[in-house]
């Protein structure tokens, strides 16, 4: 089975295409090796796609010709969910980004939670861990991810979703999502960070209208709740 | 908040217990450096719990005092799902085994498919980040790790249950478990390596009578997979 790789680059998906972006060719030339002949998948970033062979490949820049049709990608979700997620560890964080990602999240915003140890986060570092995640798990575009903010910062945002869930340490596994899920509805999800929500972010979550939710009775660490929260939600 | 430690240890949940276990006393002793007064919630690994509060800590050993009743523990899946998983490069198997176990798997085999790259795991290790993983979420027992089988031996291992789902690339996200969550069933879920299943993989799972299933049009690697189908079965 011949993998196909597939790369968003925000361009026109014309019959034939010019490359001259340094990192891009670096990638295709030295690390995956690509030779004349090469068919790859192309995604413009705002939901389309096609397939183009490469019909020359120098230092300079790579051409490539459209094989077939331009489609429509199949792969985004109907929803655009938003995940608001503790900053956690660098490497549980940048799983976070990869995972959500595939389970097919539009949004990501790091929280800095009352309760949250790590407060700084590389944000060209996740952006390329979620636009990798996104190429290979055949969606159209990658996910926005956010500077950090603060809670009160993200309560504000999250005022232009139509349902926000506060995700808490409970028991049942609640249908959380039942009926939510409408095409275009904008969905927030909450994950807290390892030492759990403070009382007063619980209250102010509260107070602004979010749902409590549940992931059933067994305690899912930080980057396991977004996980499955990204899943479920999309 | 102040986070109660838990361990599941396989003993009676009497009203005062003696501890001699060396690597135990060691991790109680000198990496959580628990006092005399410190409180630990105990799991008999056959589905009971109870407080217990540290009345002398030495060397020797540890002498515990029951705090209240002993409690049955509310964390268990009522569905026996074993997760027939891909073995994986050693951080990502080790990250499903943990994930799994918090999800709620009963048991774990790794599976050395025709497409599996690695084929060796550290089982000792493997059991020791389950074990960790089940007293993290508040579950009552480990799940049990297997030694890694073929898919022929595990297809045959998978006779015992209800119902056995073969996880394929595919679209649509169908509602995969909806009426098979009983009390006490038996649930299988395959998960194939990075590669995908080969042709007489999937040939075979179907003449077995399993069921192909498919986590929605994104197409989710590995651990991911294992973890969101971990999730839905329990």
Redesign the interface.
Known sequence: ?KKVHRFIIETDLGTSLEIHDAQLLDQWAKVLKFKVGEEIELCDGRGKEATYHIVSLKKSGVTLERVGAIRKN??ESKVHATLYAAVLKKDLLE?VMQ?AT???VSEIVPLVTDRTVKKSVKLERLREIAKEAAE????GKAPNIHEPLSVKAALAHAKMNAANYFFHVG?GKSEIFKGAKKEGVRIGLFIGPE??WSDEEATSATAAGMITAS???????GE?AS??AA?LA?
Chains 1, 2 share one sequence.
Do not use: H, W, Y
């Open positions: 089975m199949q792969a799983l995972k595939e389970c097919g290979q798990s055949g969606r028991d030492g759990g992931l059933g009775p067994r305690v899912l660490i396991t996980i499955i899943f999309n």
